[in-house]
Each structure stands twice: as C-alpha cells, then as structure tokens.
T-cell receptor, first 111, second 119 residues
Framework: DAKTTQPTSMDCAEGRAANLPCNHS???????VYWYRQIHSQGPQYIIH???NNETNEMASLIITEDRKSSTLILPHATLRDTAVYYC????????????FGTGTRLTVIP | ETGVTQTPRHLVMGMTNKKSLKCEQH?????MYWYKQSAKKPLELMFV???????ENNSVPSRFSPECPNSSHLFLHLHTLQPEDSALYLC??????????????????FGEGSWLTVV
C-alpha cells in the first residue's frame, strides 16, 4: 500500500471547517483513500473513503485531487467532540487486511 | 456503537496468569482481526481470520493464541505475558478478507478495545 504523509497536528476553532490534508503521491490506480479517526482511549472510527470522485457522508467530505496524489478530509462544522487523531490510509484490494495507520494528524478543536 | 463488542474493556494480569479477550461482531461480517496498539506507536495487525480460518499471523509470539469458533466471535488467549505486552488490543471485522474481494464495501470496523496491563 502507498505511504501517506500527514501533518502531525492541527488546531481548529469550534464551529469552523476543519480541513485535514494528506499526501499519497505513490498511490496506484486500484488503491482507495480511507480516513479513520481515533478519539483517546477508543477504537478507530471509520469516517469515509473514496477512489477518484469526491465523497460526502453525514460525518465529512473527502476531496481527492485529479491526479489522486493528495486528498483533504473536511469536517464542515467542527465540534469539541471531533478532537481526535485522524488517519489517512491508502488501501488496495490486495492489502485489504492490513491498514497501515501511521501517526496521523492530531486535531484539536478549540472552544 | 460500531457493532463490534469487546470484553473486558480493562484487564490487569500477572505474568503467570492465563486470561482471554473476547470479541463479538453483530454486522454479519466474515473477516475478523486482532490489532495491537502500544503507547505512541501505530496500530499493528496481529491476526486475520476469514470464514473462521486464520489467514494471517503477523509474526506474533506464541504467548498470544487466537481462536475463532465462528464468523461472529474471536478470542485472544493470553498466557505468560510480559510487561511490554501491555497495550490496547483492538478487534475489528469486515465483510470480506482480501483477494478477489470487491473494492467497495469492504470497510473495516473496530471495537472499543481492551486495555491490557501486565504486571
């Protein structure tokens, strides 16, 4: 699976949009971009995933660049409960059973 | 509530004890996983089961012994552990294991984890 690069930490004001970037410049054509988050002392929570097109669900939006070498997770209205470590993972069909989480981005939502 | 339930949530055991962690998924999935998360380290895959059969053992020491009696239940039997085995142990499940799996819909869902302290 392709390696991803994320900033170590970010702050976001409560109520504002949180934009979390991820670089995956070596991604291949059949690899998907997944986002998980882990709130302290809990298991990772699935957020969203995509291949080429932008995706949106009740939790977040995922914007993938046209060359697929980077993506951005958007939390439209961050709340204090969104404070967590966010992991960007690139995962192919043949790597399905080993999610490499890396160190992620620690997002702190500030009141 | 993710549909993956782990018990106990917290466990303290001595190095000579034998204990087990239990995981149950209510999602109708066919693949189950054990991950380990040590302090300030990324998650590490330990074991993968697909349709009750173990398909991956990621060089895990034999003091960790998994058991998968059916597609909904997964156990991790622990014996003669070391203090460095203290960690958060996470169970997960997904609809399919790899190879020939459809690319979409194979999201992995995690339980809340079991915090293990070996004294």
């Amino acid at each position: 699976d392709a390696k991803t690069t994320q900033p170590t930490s970010m702050d976001c004001a409560e109520g504002r949009a949180a934009n979390l970037p991820c670089n995956h410049s070596t991604i291949s054509g059949n690899e998907y971009v997944y986002w998980y988050r882990q709130i302290h002392s809990q298991g990772p929570q699935y957020i969203i995933h995509g291949l080429k097109n932008n995706e949106t669900n009740e939790m977040a939006s995922l914007i993938i660049t046209e060359d697929r070498k980077s993506s951005t997770l958007i939390l439209p209205h961050a709340t204090l409960r969104d404070t967590a470590v966010y992991y960007c993972i690139v995962r192919g069909e043949d790597g399905a059973n080993n999610l490499f989480f890396g160190t992620g981005t620690r997002l702190t939502v500030i009141p | 509530e993710t549909g993956v339930t782990q018990t106990p949530r917290h466990l303290v055991m001595g190095m000579t004890n034998k204990k087990s962690l239990k995981c149950e998924q209510h999602l109708g999935h066919n693949a189950m996983y054990w991950y380990k998360q040590s302090a300030k380290k990324p998650l590490e895959l330990m074991f993968v089961y697909n349709f009750k059969e173990q398909t991956e053992n990621n060089s895990v020491p034999s003091r960790f012994s998994p058991e998968c009696p059916n597609s909904s239940h997964l156990f991790l039997h622990l014996h003669t552990l070391q203090p460095e085995d203290s960690a958060l142990y996470l169970c997960a499940s997904s609809p399919y294991e790899r190879l020939n799996s459809p690319p979409l819909g194979n999201t992995i869902y995690f339980g809340e984890g079991s915090w293990l302290t070996v004294v």
